[in-house]
């Protein structure tokens, strides 16, 4: 594609010369004479003048921007040049499809199984009695659909996810290799002397649409009722979700971030990674919380920000950390301070007598 | 059922009308004509005068037990009515066992393997050079077990878990899905300018009877000798346990735990989520350690509770945190005294001068 | 072998009986006259006049060392008893090779891709379309290779491990089971009001030579570019590495830790478990993190020792907690040290009336 019909497909304006012909896509400090680059942060802004790019994608809004210093150089101007760029990425970039086309004979479908029209099914998959499958659904390679377990249309399932019994996945649903839906939640009856007895874990977990599930995290089934992770939520890698929780629509939850049993968490939510919430609580909708932060008790106000073990409002948390860093100037000025007082108690004393 | 079968299989009293038949369970306040509930908390009592089930299980103990309001309602006294309401989902939700019958032909078993009778073993299952594996014992699809490894009876291995070689895993015992026992311990000779060499990881990993792992965690082999779950410890999701470890009877560790090598835990200690062992460690029995705990030093005492990085014996943790809540005003504070003492001083000079 | 034979292939110096045969190693604490032990910590060296064993392995350094008083016990003197008692171990230790010989039938092998020579593959192992193996190469039972991906020569990997699509391995890397490489990294375009737009990550892996990867850990592609664990970098299970992070050389990074996207560490760095990295960070050579620490700004300095969340160098760190631990005491201090000064006022004002 030229640079003209680039910008024609990104409704850019060019604002330069549109005719050379772009190969690739390139970061502005490397580009050359078939790259099409883009400025989305100022501190890039000094390899304008520089760059070998054949076109750069740059902001609207960007005041900088006059014809090019070569006839060979062109500024496309759009919206976002960042997500113009992944547009224009994505276009240049061959396909690469990691999901196996049809119905591989090595894998494994109970007779009472109902596969959608269109779906792939990689090898050695494995595909439970009474499991339903929808549309275009991709299966890859080594993935275990556990027994009575229903998936949407058009889901990706990477290689080697399984899924337990009875799940309920809606549509457009993606899971990473190593995903682990539906395993028993953590749930024992503690007896000081002997064995714990397990508490049999009867619940299901249910994905609503459009979620997203990083590789080998795990969301336990209920114990009763249902796990849900609802519409379009986006759960990162390595990420434990245990019994019961709720996880609301459009939330996002970085990695290794854990949920203890029947919390609940709020739409919009966005969750750090490594962050720890303990079980039973509420989350009220859009709260952010910082990595590794520690969750104790539940957040009714929506909208807070929140970092520390246990969690305290963002500024209070970095006026804490702050004392915190000069807590051993503060130990010596007070001890320092003792002794001046007890200078001046001495003083006041020999005055008196 | 009726509810009075139901009461008299749970050795618990009726009071009310025994004769309604009951079909399913429910919570309390979504319960109907069909459905049997439960009261264990007592923040739940309101829904008593208002449910609509058939039956709730309560409380022995529970004074307010009067004759029901309605004819068609009744109350089962019973010990522990948690307890008794999953007793009672269990009888009445059929059972889904995700387990497969039988030998599914597309698995790979050594011909040195001994299987015992009764096993149940999944599609794409491989089973190595002189294994051993117990009667009864459930080895669902996908699942790997190295050379020489012996498992005992019932044990239940949900999809994909992997056991490398040498691995000796007792009775009862349940691997969730992705699981990975045995593999090397993270030993290396440190080189201060180049590679790092390799420390043979030769030990091997022990599982003792009665032992649950959650999905996708992951227990070392020992560099020499063993590293040991002993019987009826429950780990639950993404738990790591290094080369070396010792977990004592009964422990219980929630997800995303982490444990350096060589450390020994005592018998049932529980520890939560997110908590972190520093490496040659020994911790007591009964101990308690709270979440995202970091663990640097061994706890001789038993039957502690600590919180904190590192860790601090909980209610001085607590004095802890509540101080640290407080450091901007503390902070402030002692910044005023420094004044105030400053102007004492000056007042006291210009008193004496 | 003798122990005299031993000696001679460690080159180290026998003093004492040479003639013993040794069959087996043990701890000091537990040897018997058939097995070989070492002394490599002061604390185990009152066992040294106890020990049934036949030979001790001892460092040259080591003042103590005199005629044995046993005729049938030995010292081996060498460098580094530790070393030297792994090697033994290793070659008395027979040795269990969990790799499959030869390419198992079951595997599922892409017509286009190119094996090299001597490679072994395992069981249900998929191997996808373009996709290049080297020299002696190991594979085994479960793993999934993406379309269009290379490894080198004599890389190991264990059961069940998926590597997604274009990523490029080096030689001798070694991936534990349940390993995942080229997930998509975690990249959505926000949306206060509704679904997030996923960020298509075109980018890849690369892995150079001898890497190490623990159990269930994962590494995601980038979304443009690379994520790259650059040569005899060591990972422990269950580390999540995001898109775009580059590991330098020799760097080690212990169990469950976490990268967010876009760090870069560098090399020779030493990285304790449950460690965090916020995004976008750069991190100089040779610095050490400890145990649960949040990272949250670059560190430009080499060589320093960090802990904490956020971190404090570490000897700043731990004056730090040391004051912590005295938060009740000092809070208390201040609170009386402010009635002092009252009184002070007080008395000082009646002075002057």
Not at 65 to 72: E, G
Request: charged letters at 20%; glycine letters at 10%.
């Amino acid at each position: 594609m030229t640079v003209q019909e680039i910008a024609t497909w990104l409704q850019g304006e060019v604002v330069g010369n549109g005719t050379v012909r772009i190969e690739r896509v390139a970061k502005i400090e490397e580009a050359d004479q078939t790259s099409i680059s883009f400025l989305a942060n100022s501190k890039y802004e000094r390899f304008l003048e520089t760059t070998q790019a054949a076109a750069v994608l740059v902001s609207k809004k960007y005041q900088n921007v006059k014809l090019p210093h070569r006839d060979n150089l062109a500024f496309i101007k759009v919206d976002d040049p960042y997500l113009a760029f992944l547009q224009v990425h994505k276009k240049l970039t061959p396909v690469v499809d990691p999901f196996p086309a049809g119905i591989h004979a090595s894998a494994t479908i109970a007779d009472t199984a109902r596969l959608g029209k269109d779906v792939c099914i990689g090898a050695n998959v494995v595909i439970g009695d009474g499991v339903i499958i929808g549309e275009k659904t991709k299966i890859s390679h080594g993935c275990v659909i556990g027994v009575a377990t229903s998936l949407g249309a058009e889901c990706q399932l990477y290689p080697n996810v399984t899924v337990y019994h009875q799940t309920r996945i809606g549509n457009r649903v993606t899971l990473h290799s190593g995903v682990v839906i539906g395993a028993d939640g953590f749930g024992f009856v503690p007896n000081a002397n002997g064995p714990f007895e397990k508490i049999p874990q009867l619940g299901i977990v249910v994905i609503e649409d459009d979620v997203e599930i990083g590789a080998n995290s795990t969301i336990d089934r209920a114990t009763m009722g249902e796990t849900v992770i609802k519409r379009g939520v986006k759960i990162d890698n390595l990420v434990q979700v245990a019994h019961n929780c709720v996880i609301g629509e459009y939330t996002v939850i970085a990695a290794q971030t854990g949920l203890a049993g029947s919390t609940k968490i709020g739409r919009h939510c966005m969750i750090a990674g490594q962050a720890a919430f303990a079980g039973h609580l509420e989350i009220a909708d859009r709260v952010t919380i910082l990595g590794q932060s520690g969750v104790a008790k539940s957040i009714r106000e929506p909208g807070g920000v929140y970092f520390g073990t246990t969690v305290k409002e963002r500024s209070r948390a970095y006026r804490i950390e702050a004392v915190i860093r000069s807590l051993p100037e503060l130990s010596r000025d007070l001890y320092q301070l003792q002794r001046e007082v007890e200078a001046l108690q001495q003083a006041l004393k020999e005055k008196k007598s």
